[in-house]
Protein backbone atom coordinates (compact mmCIF):
# COMPACT_ATOMS: atom_id res chain seq x y z
CA UNK A 1 0.00 0.00 0.00
CA UNK A 2 2.60 2.35 1.38
CA UNK A 3 4.91 1.79 -2.23
CA UNK A 4 1.42 2.38 -4.01
CA UNK A 5 0.81 5.83 -2.21
CA UNK A 6 4.99 6.72 -2.89
CA UNK A 7 4.02 5.81 -6.54
CA UNK A 8 1.25 8.14 -6.60
CA UNK A 9 3.00 11.20 -4.35
CA UNK A 10 6.32 10.96 -7.17
CA UNK A 11 3.76 10.96 -10.22
CA UNK A 12 2.32 14.32 -8.81
CA UNK A 13 5.49 15.81 -7.14
CA UNK A 14 6.95 17.14 -10.51
CA UNK A 15 3.29 18.64 -11.71
CA UNK A 16 2.57 21.89 -11.00
CA UNK A 17 0.03 22.64 -8.64
CA UNK A 18 -1.89 26.10 -8.77
CA UNK A 19 -2.45 27.59 -5.01
CA UNK A 20 -6.00 27.97 -5.46
CA UNK A 21 -6.68 24.53 -7.19
CA UNK A 22 -4.28 23.01 -3.70
CA UNK A 23 -6.68 24.78 -1.55
CA UNK A 24 -10.35 23.56 -3.27
CA UNK A 25 -8.02 19.89 -2.87
CA UNK A 26 -7.63 20.23 0.49
CA UNK A 27 -11.28 21.82 1.50
CA UNK A 28 -12.85 18.87 -0.54
CA UNK A 29 -11.14 16.63 1.44
CA UNK A 30 -11.64 17.94 4.92
CA UNK A 31 -15.32 19.14 4.15
CA UNK A 32 -17.29 16.23 3.95
CA UNK A 33 -18.13 14.30 7.35
CA UNK A 34 -15.36 11.83 7.17
CA UNK A 35 -12.43 14.60 6.41
CA UNK A 36 -14.61 16.80 9.24
CA UNK A 37 -13.78 13.86 12.21
CA UNK A 38 -10.02 13.48 11.01
CA UNK A 39 -9.22 17.19 11.52
CA UNK A 40 -11.38 17.04 14.71
CA UNK A 41 -9.27 14.03 15.43
CA UNK A 42 -5.99 16.12 14.88
CA UNK A 43 -6.95 19.30 16.34
CA UNK A 44 -7.59 17.26 19.47
CA UNK A 45 -4.95 15.08 19.60
CA UNK A 46 -2.30 17.01 18.32
CA UNK A 47 -2.47 20.39 17.36
CA UNK A 48 -4.30 21.76 20.53
CA UNK A 49 -1.55 19.73 22.80
CA UNK A 50 1.09 21.39 24.77
CA UNK A 51 4.35 19.08 25.31
CA UNK A 52 5.09 19.35 28.75
CA UNK A 53 8.14 16.71 29.28
CA UNK A 54 12.09 17.86 29.34
CA UNK A 55 13.20 16.12 25.83
CA UNK A 56 13.85 18.49 23.50
CA UNK A 57 13.95 15.91 20.44
CA UNK A 58 10.51 14.80 21.14
CA UNK A 59 9.04 18.63 21.90
CA UNK A 60 10.60 19.34 18.19
CA UNK A 61 8.82 16.20 17.07
CA UNK A 62 5.52 17.44 18.39
CA UNK A 63 5.91 20.86 17.34
CA UNK A 64 6.18 19.27 13.52
CA UNK A 65 3.25 17.53 13.93
CA UNK A 66 1.62 20.46 14.78
CA UNK A 67 3.21 22.67 11.50
CA UNK A 68 1.43 19.96 9.52
CA UNK A 69 -1.88 20.04 10.79
CA UNK A 70 -1.80 24.20 10.63
CA UNK A 71 -0.25 23.88 7.04
CA UNK A 72 -3.73 21.61 6.41
CA UNK A 73 -5.68 24.66 8.34
CA UNK A 74 -4.18 27.44 6.31
CA UNK A 75 -5.05 25.39 2.99
CA UNK A 76 -8.36 24.98 3.73
CA UNK A 77 -8.70 28.82 5.20
CA UNK A 78 -7.58 29.96 2.00
CA UNK A 79 -10.19 27.90 -0.57
CA UNK A 80 -12.58 29.29 2.02
CA UNK A 81 -11.06 32.80 2.10
CA UNK A 82 -9.27 33.50 -1.07
CA UNK A 83 -9.14 37.30 -1.00
CA UNK A 84 -7.49 37.03 2.04
CA UNK A 85 -4.54 35.87 0.51
CA UNK A 86 -4.17 37.65 -2.31
CA UNK A 87 -1.02 39.84 -2.47
CA UNK A 88 -1.47 43.41 -4.63
CA UNK A 89 1.84 43.58 -6.50
CA UNK A 90 2.49 47.31 -7.23
CA UNK A 91 4.08 48.31 -10.62
CA UNK A 92 5.99 51.57 -11.05
CA UNK A 93 7.39 52.83 -14.32
CA UNK A 94 10.88 54.00 -14.33
CA UNK A 95 11.21 57.04 -14.44
CA UNK A 96 14.90 57.06 -15.22
CA UNK A 97 13.60 55.20 -18.84
CA UNK A 98 15.59 55.91 -22.02
Known amino acids: ?6 RRWFHYKWRTLV ?3 LARAYH ?3 SHSD ?6 HLMDSI ?7 NDPIQAMMHN ?6 QEILENIDMAENPRKYEIKV ?3 ENEHAA
Do not use: D, K, N, P
Open 47 to 53: YCTVYTG
Open 1 to 6: MMTLRF
Open 28 to 30: TTF
Open 64 to 69: ARRSVI
Open 35 to 40: GQIVIQ
Open 90 to 92: EST
Open 19 to 21: AGE
